[in-house]
């Protein structure tokens, strides 16, 4: 049986090539509607102007701050644990010191102590050069 017997009425699906409508409204095919494919404004424009990186679009900006984020809070606190560690290494070079300086005082008044004292070292000359 063709389908021309039947008598069916195909005119209702069938589109013209010369004509601009289609009977049926819901059935309109790709290349007879075609949309336009729009590029977002951002498309290849860096994000910042002084950069040399071209971001095919902006839409990912968001995990990259993020990213970014996590790898300055990273080097910030490594930074600060440097900077700990190498404030108490000075801080333990200044208490040495300190404690070096107490110790040379103490001779140093023993020494004149002793030379207030003694008939021996009374006439020696100090020289501090």
């Known amino acids: 049986m063709d389908m021309s017997e039947q008598g069916l009425p195909f005119s209702h699906f069938l589109r013209q090539r010369e004509q601009e409508f289609l009977q049926d409204t819901g059935c309109v095919p790709r290349k007879y ?12 424009i860096p994000t910042n102007p002084g950069s040399n990186k071209v971001y095919k679009t902006d839409y990912n900006r968001r995990a990259r701050n993020v990213i970014s984020s996590r790898k300055y809070r ?3 606190k490594l930074q600060y644990a440097e900077l700990e560690r190498d404030n108490k290494l000075l801080q333990n070079s200044i208490n040495e010191a300190e404690k070096i300086h107490a110790e040379l005082n103490q001779a140093f008044r023993m020494l004149i102590q002793h030379a207030e004292l003694c008939s021996h070292c009374c006439n020696v000359t ?3 050069e």
């Open 33 to 44: 509607n075609p949309k336009p494919m729009e590029q977002p404004s951002t498309y290849n």
């Open 74 to 76: 990273k080097k910030r």
């Open 126 to 128: 100090l020289c501090f």
